[in-house]
């Protein structure tokens, strides 16, 4: 029988004690002394909750300022076809107090006026230059649409609250009141305001452009409607 001496025992035991003392695992390493145990795990950053958290509308009040992706979307048909597209709000500002709109405008760039639904070789550049022509937007003389808020009311529903907004739009130098509603959320700790609209309806014929309009005793096959429907989506970030 083989015989050991007490220090290769000893020996032995404390080899044992430092294999096991730094065993790792796939989430921790543990390190182990003759006082002390370090465990050392992985950690995760903190989150931010509140940099995209939907504020309370009544807490926020100042002006905020009109900056990109903001748009409107467009729809117009004739009798066989719907087209849509968008078109660039490049400027304007609202004023906020207390949750409510205290006024506000914003500047349409018509020379962005962009099919969305065409293809190039669909006839898209066609449709384009055509709504950009003097038969509606003419653009080359009125290179913009302005907005201008007269009026908003505060209407509270069971889940979300919306703004009645009355204002002024001048298209080719014609100014009609047109009226929408809006959905506004404000966040980034109260940054960060962006506001949407149901589809609302203008009538091209009131600011001129007759082109192939029934009041004209158009062809009824060959008749563009009237209706333009648009949406609104502004984004804009507090000044």
Same mark, same amino acid.
């Given at each position: ?10 020996? *032995?035991? !404390?080899?044992? =004690?430092?294999?096991?003392?730094? %065993?790792? /695992? ?7 002394? *003759?006082?002390? /145990?370090?465990?050392?795990?992985? +950690? ?17 009040? &100042?002006? !905020? ?16 076809? /719907?087209?849509?597209? /968008? ?18 405008? !914003? ?19 066609? *449709?384009?230059t055509q709504l950009k022509s003097a038969d509606f937007f003419n653009v080359e003389k009125f290179p913009s649409a302005k907005f201008v808020i007269k009026k908003s009311v505060v209407i509270?529903?069971?889940?979300? +609250?919306?703004h009645h907004i009355t204002g002024d739009l001048t298209i080719r130098d014609v100014t009609k009141s047109i009226g929408f509603d809006a959905y506004i959320i404000v966040s980034n700790q109260? &940054?960060?305001?962006?506001?949407? +609209? ?19 005793? +158009?062809? %009824? ?10 949406? =609104? ?7």
């Open positions: 029988m083989m015989k050991f001496s007490g220090a290769v025992i000893w020996g *032995l035991i !404390f080899a044992v =004690i430092v294999v096991v003392g730094c %065993k790792k /695992t796939d989430n921790q390493e543990v390190a182990t002394g *003759l006082k002390d /145990t370090i465990i050392v795990e992985p +950690t995760i950053p903190p989150i931010d909750s509140n940099t995209d958290r939907e504020v309370d509308m009544a807490t926020v009040s &100042g002006n !905020f300022i009109i900056e990109a992706p903001s748009t409107i979307n467009w729809t117009a048909s004739d009798p066989v076809s /719907t087209h849509v597209g /968008t078109v660039d709000v490049t400027s304007g500002n609202l004023e906020i107090k207390d949750g409510k709109i205290q006024s506000g405008s !914003f500047e349409i760039d018509l020379h962005t006026i962009n099919s969305t639904d065409l293809k190039p070789e669909d006839g898209k550049e066609k *449709l384009e509270k529903g069971n889940d979300k +609250t919306r109260g &940054g960060l305001l962006t506001a949407t +609209t149901p589809s609302f309806e203008i009538n091209r014929v009131d600011y001129g452009m007759k082109y192939k309009s029934g009041v004209i005793n +158009t062809a %009824k096959d060959k008749i563009i409607s009237d209706k333009i429907g648009m949406l =609104i989506n502004l984004r804009a970030k507090k000044q």
